[in-house]
């Protein structure tokens, strides 16, 4: 009984892993040919979390998912991913909603945070609001994104696959 039970949370965990390698495989794509672009499956995007801002809901090293979402439909206490610069996102939390020139601004804070940020975020900067966090995973997929992954999981592989091939081929 326990084995079935232990192989069945085996094959749960793996499928769980594999679709977090495909996801973050098609992110990585994604931003290395729009770099500009955030990239979004069906309407929801993965984030790894760099730092704890955002402590206790959300932790350093945490993937996150958060949907595409209708500015005008966030309220306070919603916590948003935003663009600061070019290519650099913060997932912090509305304090504060104003209607400037005609314009929607946020004002947003870490929870971890003793102050408020100082620039307020405009509504064109927004990229998501939350939906759920996978503890660590976000360790998982950056360690995914980078050379020495693609060396072990790609380039490895093939040149075992290559030479065995060749290999099975002079000998027969």
């Given at each position: 009984?326990?084995?079935?039970?232990?192989?069945?949370?085996?094959?749960?965990?793996?499928?769980?892993?594999?679709?977090?390698?495909?996801?973050?495989?098609?992110?990585?794509?994604?931003?290395?040919?729009?770099?500009?672009?955030?990239?979004?499956i069906?309407?929801?995007?993965?984030?790894?979390?760099?730092?704890?801002?955002?402590?206790?809901?959300?932790?350093?090293?945490?993937?996150?998912?958060?949907?595409?979402?209708?500015?005008?439909?966030?309220?306070?206490?919603?916590?948003?991913?935003?663009?600061?610069?070019?290519?650099?996102?913060?997932t912090?939390?509305?304090?504060?909603?104003?209607?400037?020139?005609?314009?929607?601004?946020?004002?947003?804070?870490?929870?971890?945070?003793?102050?408020?940020?100082?620039?307020?975020?405009?509504?064109?900067?927004?990229?998501?609001?939350?939906?759920?966090?996978?503890?660590?995973?976000?360790?998982?997929?950056?360690?995914?994104?980078?050379?020495?992954?693609?060396?072990?999981?790609?380039?490895?592989?093939?040149?075992?696959?290559?030479?065995?091939?060749?290999?099975?081929?002079?000998?027969?």
């Amino acid at each position: 009984m326990i084995s079935k039970s232990l192989r069945w949370s085996v094959n749960v965990a793996s499928m769980l892993l594999v679709i977090v390698l495909v996801l973050t495989l098609y992110n990585v794509c994604q931003v290395r040919k729009h770099p500009a672009k955030v990239p979004s499956i069906c309407g929801y995007n993965f984030f790894s979390v760099l730092s704890g801002s955002m402590q206790p809901l959300i932790e350093a090293g945490d993937l996150i998912v958060t949907r595409n979402v209708n500015a005008e439909e966030l309220r306070i206490e919603d916590v948003i991913t935003y663009r600061v610069d070019e290519g650099f996102l913060v997932t912090h939390r509305i304090v504060d909603i104003a209607y400037k020139n005609g314009k929607l601004f946020f004002k947003t804070k870490g929870d971890a945070n003793k102050y408020p940020d100082k620039k307020p975020v405009l509504s064109e900067q927004l990229v998501g609001t939350f939906v759920f966090k996978i503890p660590n995973l976000g360790y998982v997929a950056n360690f995914i994104s980078t050379k020495i992954c693609f060396m072990i999981f790609i380039i490895f592989p093939i040149t075992i696959i290559t030479i065995t091939e060749f290999k099975n081929r002079h000998d027969s």
